[in-house]
């Protein structure tokens, strides 16, 4: 049953007005998304010889390695300077950073219980490669004075200019030019939250007992729908005395979309940031949206909220707000499915499939369900592909979290792009994002080796160093 029903507005915003009688909707109009979607690469980029670590030194930067180095030393020589002179600690080098990280990437790979089992001797426990390029005292050594920033000239809590992120405040900051430049975002784009695992003290640690990970740092993310790109992020670092009047959820979206907007492209979120205000606000901004709502959001029509003639699996009502593009939608499906949008047509009614019993029934469905349900799963779809394989080991220190977080986005980013556009052949059919990696972290060693074995020597010397066409210098300065 398809009820569609016209609405005027009225001097109160955001409120629909049912009129009782069936009329002619409103003219609704679309503008076209003209952007030319996909990677951005520098010149002479060279897609059919171009390696995964060309790719990732698109996402992540290499001058990062030195600037890794750099404070990696500096903060060990601080430490020791306090603590006092430390006589199994060497400065280390950029090859050894490499590898360094590459090594932790085997152990999201081969995740074991406890680190000092990539050692083992145990040939059905330890790690033949990790042995071979750095030993366990090595290892253990860097991450404990592993830095990313310059500790010398962190703020004082309490004092002017202090910033909660300052630990990795510089290398975000190049992440998240490096994401937005290295790719154009499609039309459909989605907006979501994720947990990083953290159960420490810390300020802005949340606790979400309804999601798989419940306490952590939340993270905002807008993500490609169609390949799960992240083009941006933002760490939610808790509630501040400066909030706006629209609330969290209004402020994240209209925040994280700034960079997108008159684009013409369709924005998806769900019930905890959707609202009139926010829609409004979007399309005033060249942004369509769609999103799930909650009932007792303000301005929701009441005439949505229950129903009763939207009571049969398939039926649905839509109104729609005045003369512009905004309009609500209730739905039943097993129950009562509630969206708003300014991208949907009230006209455009969908097919959906829904298993009863053990038959296949068709429904029909508001194209605002429908483009949703397909649309909505970037950041999840991104967050399976980086957990999947987590990187960095459980630890004391909140920013390293964050950190590993960081470059494991840029590891799924650079998979992505390397996946749209390559055509290099490979030995293997499918190269899937494991091989990716693989292949990622033996190019990151590059024959790097700790003790006098060459690491090349037990990975194989198949893949060559990077060559300098593909190095992405242009983008670097």
């Known amino acids: 049953m398809l009820l569609l029903e016209c609405t005027k507005n009225s001097k109160i915003h955001n409120v629909f007005i049912e009129i009782r009688t069936f009329c002619f909707l409103f003219y609704f109009q679309i503008e076209d998304f003209v952007e030319q979607h996909g990677p951005n690469l520098p010149d002479g980029f060279d897609t059919e010889s171009a390696t995964p670590l060309d790719y990732f030194w698109l996402m992540f930067p290499v001058r990062l390695i030195a600037m890794i180095v750099r404070y990696t030393n500096s903060y060990a020589a601080w430490k020791q300077a306090r603590e006092g002179h430390d006589k199994y600690w060497e400065d280390v080098t950029e090859p050894e950073i490499r590898a360094f990280l590459a090594v932790n990437m085997v152990m999201g790979i081969q995740q074991l219980p406890q680190m000092e089992m990539y050692w083992s001797s145990d040939p059905f426990v330890g790690n033949t490669g990790i042995q071979q390029t750095m030993t366990c005292n090595r290892f253990v050594k860097i991450s404990q004075y592993f830095h990313v920033s310059n500790r010398e000239e962190e703020p004082v809590r309490g004092r002017e200019g202090y910033d909660r992120l300052f630990k990795i405040r510089e290398i975000m900051t190049v992440l998240v030019d490096t994401f937005m430049q290295g790719y154009t975002l499609g039309r459909e784009v989605s907006v979501d939250e994720a947990m990083i695992r953290y159960s420490g003290r810390l ?170 349900n397909k649309y909505m799963g970037g950041v999840d779809l991104h967050d399976q592909l980086r957990v999947n394989y987590n990187i960095g080991r459980n630890g004391k220190k909140w920013w390293k979290y964050l950190f590993w977080f960081l470059f494991n986005c840029a590891v799924v980013n650079s998979y992505i792009v390397y996946k749209e556009v390559s055509t290099r052949l490979t030995k293997k059919k499918r190269f899937r994002h494991v091989d990716f990696r693989v292949e990622l972290q033996r190019q990151l060693i590059a024959g790097y080796a700790k003790r006098k074995r060459s690491v090349g020597d037990q990975l194989g010397q198949n893949f060559p160093l990077v060559a300098q066409e593909n190095m992405g210098s242009s983008r670097e300065h």
Request: a positive charge; hydrophobic letters at 35%.
């Open 203 to 372: 300020s802005f640690r949340q606790y979400m007992p309804a999601k798989p990970i419940k306490r952590g740092v939340k993270v905002w993310m807008l993500c490609d729908s169609n390949n799960a790109y992240l083009s941006k992020f933002q760490f939610y670092l808790g509630k501040t005395n400066n909030e706006r009047e629209h609330g969290l959820g209004h402020n994240v979206v209209t925040d994280i979309t700034s960079h997108i907007q008159h684009t013409n492209r369709w924005i998806f979120f769900d019930n905890f940031f959707s609202g009139l205000p926010l829609l409004q606000s979007l399309i005033a901004n060249g942004l369509y949206a769609c999103g799930t709502i909650r009932i007792n959001r303000l301005g929701f029509p009441a005439e949505l909220k229950k129903p009763r003639d939207v009571k049969n699996r398939g039926d649905m009502k839509i109104l729609q707000l005045g003369d512009s593009n905004v309009t609500g939608s209730a739905w039943m499906d097993k129950k009562h499915v509630h969206h708003v949008s300014t991208l949907s047509n009230p006209n455009d009614v969908r097919d959906a499939n829904r298993r009863v019993n053990r038959e296949v029934v068709q429904v029909q469905q508001p194209h605002s369900v429908w483009s949703y």
